[in-house]
């Protein structure tokens, strides 16, 4: 059935009650002298105001409730549209209420705004959260969806096809396509919409053809001159001095935390007295939104340790918005120049910031580290993004192993040297069980 929804007002002062047809009615005057006269309910005390809208009522045949939804102002249309609905209900199609009839009909803005809301009480940080909701804003506007439905799959590709035609990155297009991603994804979770419109489609790989930033690891040299001259640095960067920027990059590039991760340490996060020294990343500050707990080698946590001496509590370690801002890049710039040290090479890769993290990966390689290990630390989902994006292979490590091949005369860089200092002689016994790069030292020493 046909109704229309009610709610009352107290009287006005100075109104007129009167009874007309067997209903109550009361009469005032607007400050502007405008006359009003409204209904009053059962009991007389209070004004009866209708809606302008009607609304179709229907019982639900399983459970016995009414429930309603809204048609029109118009009569004859909220009947049309009753009647349309009994009949889906005839067919099975809809319960009482076909709930994604009514979300089709929303603006897509609204469905956002709803999106971020429920990144906020996920716990994504404020900086996630407007990244990703002003990626899929982007999205929307360049293909001019108004509603959900607008949303396809070879639209969004068009769009990001077209960009990066327009010299943005691959990894960068990636970043849109997964915001929209999780954006569709949320909305069928929300039973918002039965489908997702980019269930079909996936990131493109990033090689090393199509990456616009190539980041380079810097050598365990260049990490010592980079610490020591940071730390007589007189001059200080967004209010951190040149021993807290030091410790800034020993902490990056011995644990891999990315800069906003870093940014969000306490000293409360820094564990030295514990059986393992280790640093914790709460999860609202990490990539992929689990805490982080990176251990620490015993000599940096002595170094960090004397550091922390004099830090405020439940203050940042590096305070300040450096990292907000994405100015580490430059910081470390300006660090590197300072060391000596070519923010990019002959081949056009760079180190920035992030490729301290490219530093940790890589190190781990170098020493050794079991590829699932490796995985743990960085804190990867996939063992494909920590051994061939963040791990760097440098010619001199090829070439160590290529001196290690057996020899074409018969000889081997496994087997023992010839000639080998009476010093030495003790560790000829043990060769085989050494690790290549002592074999390779004491071969060095044998031939000189």
Known sequence: MLTKRRHTRPIPKGATVFE????RYAKWYTPAGKPRLRPLNRKGDRLVYESECWYVRLKDPDTGKYREWRAFTDRQASRAREIELLKMLERGEVGIVDTLAEHRKKPLDKHLFDFEAYMEDKGNTHEHIDKTIARC???VADISAKRFGDITAE????????WRRQDMSVGTSNGYFRAMRAFCRWMVRARRCRQNPLAGMSCIKVTDANRTRKRRPLTDDEVRRLIETTRKSPEPFMDLSGEDRAMLYLIAVNTGLRASELASLT???VEIDGPQPAVRCQGGYTKNGQEAELPLRRDIAEMVQAWLAGKPEGQPLWPGKWAAQRHGAEMLRIDLTAADIDAEDNRGRVVDFHALRHTFISNLARAGVHPRNAQALARHS???LTMNVYT???????ANDVENLPSVFGGSSNEAPASVPDDLA???TKWAKLPDHVKQAIATLAQA
């Open 20 to 23: 007309e047809d067997g209903r």
């Open 267 to 269: 000293p409360e996060s």
């Open 137 to 139: 804003k982007r999205i």
């Open 382 to 384: 996939t063992i494909d």
């Open 155 to 162: 639209r969004v590709d068009e769009c990001l096809a077209r």
């Open 426 to 428: 003790s560790l000829a």
């Open 392 to 398: 760097h292979v440098e010619m001199k490590d090829l």
